[in-house]
């Protein structure tokens, strides 16, 4: 378990764990406690990983998931995004985007996905990165043709709004995504709320 709130009752200072436990299974009982395997103070989160799941808007009304965060070691959780419909919600337009990306918290350095891009040692910590796994099937969308698969993609949250930056644009003379350290294009989308 991840950041297990853990409250002082004498000062009320309350301090996040992360622990392990081990279970045995037992045919009459089921699950039976043994032990606390591993306990230690959780990292502190970075406020640019602090991205809300749930179904985003344009102000088309075109609407997004973004769903997670998924574990993948004890410093980052994967986040995914794509294109979702009016049985979605009924803020949502009939309109289907095929966007999708996966996103991964934790600092652009040793990224899973795009560590090895040349510009990840000049990105902003102010986002938490990813690529673009399925294209836009928009023109003159705010998230439109110009969003292609394999580019790099930042999200950060600021309440109710994702905003999601394109910092790819073109490719170069070889054949590769040419990025860049801030975006070309930002949508903001507005979470809708159920």
Not at 16 to 38: C, K, M, N, V
Not at 64 to 72: A, K, N, S
Not at 101 to 122: L, Y
Request: proline share 6%; net charge negative; charged share 20%.
């Amino acid at each position: 378990m991840r950041r297990i709130p853990v409250t002082d009752i004498d000062t009320g200072a309350t301090t996040f764990y992360d622990a392990s436990f081990r279970f045995t299974f037992l045919p009459g009982p089921g699950f039976t406690f043994e032990q606390i395997q591993s306990v230690a103070i959780s990292p502190p989160v970075s406020e640019a990983s602090n991205i809300i799941p749930g179904i985003y808007k344009t102000q088309a009304r075109v609407c997004y998931i973004l769903e997670g965060p998924t574990i993948l070691n004890a410093n980052r959780s994967l986040y995914t995004i794509r294109g979702v419909d009016s049985t979605a919600s009924l803020d949502c337009n009939g309109a289907l985007d095929q966007f999708a990306a996966q996103i991964v918290s934790g600092a652009a350095t040793d990224h899973p996905d795009i560590g090895s891009r040349e510009i990840v040692p000049n990105l902003p910590d102010t986002y938490v990165y990813g690529f673009i796994s399925a294209d836009s099937a928009f023109s003159g969308h705010i998230i439109g043709r110009e969003w292609n698969q394999n580019e790099l993609i930042g999200l950060r949250q600021s309440g109710n709004q994702l905003i999601i930056g394109l910092f790819s644009e073109g490719v170069d003379n070889n054949g590769n995504i040419t990025d860049f350290r801030d975006p070309r294009i930002t949508a903001i989308l507005t979470k809708v709320i159920e």
